[in-house]
């Protein structure tokens, strides 16, 4: 697709701008979230290039940390995506054992 860099020069709002003013987007193709951006625009405009304004603090819940034991010791398990029916091994594990928050007590506890 030409143009596929583009996306780092401007906003989503400024390119959907620029598309109706060019003609690129029909009027009644408008996003609904047009109107709302227009009405309620955000403090700073959002882009590619700004940095974040403190540390980024990494999120991990405890059921990941359980998820990724799983998967270190199932390493090859197959997973039939199109199955919605049955739970995954990995669900099947998570729903066996006890609450996430209930685990971290018992493994800090002397």
């Given amino acids: 697709m ?12 400024t390119r959907v701008e620029g598309l109706l003013k060019a003609g690129g987007m029909m009027p009644s193709e408008e996003p609904r979230w047009l109107d709302v951006y227009r009405a309620l625009p955000p403090i700073e405009e959002p882009s590619f290039y700004r940095t ?5 603090r990494p999120v991990f819940y405890p059921e990941d940390v359980a998820r990724m034991q799983f998967y270190q010791q199932h390493p090859n398990v197959t997973v039939d995506l199109q199955d919605t029916r049955s739970l995954s091994p990995c669900q099947r594990f998570l729903k066996e054992q006890p609450p ?6 018992e493994s800090s506890s002397p």
């Avoid at 030409?2 to 709002?13: E, N, P, Q, V």
């Avoid at 974040?52 to 980024?56: K, N, P, S």
């Avoid at 996430?100 to 007590?105: E, N, P, S």
């Fill in 52 to 56: 974040a304004r403190g540390d980024v």
């Fill in 100 to 105: 996430h928050g209930q685990r971290a007590l």
């Fill in 2 to 13: 030409a143009g596929s860099r583009i996306y780092k020069l401007g906003s989503i709002f």
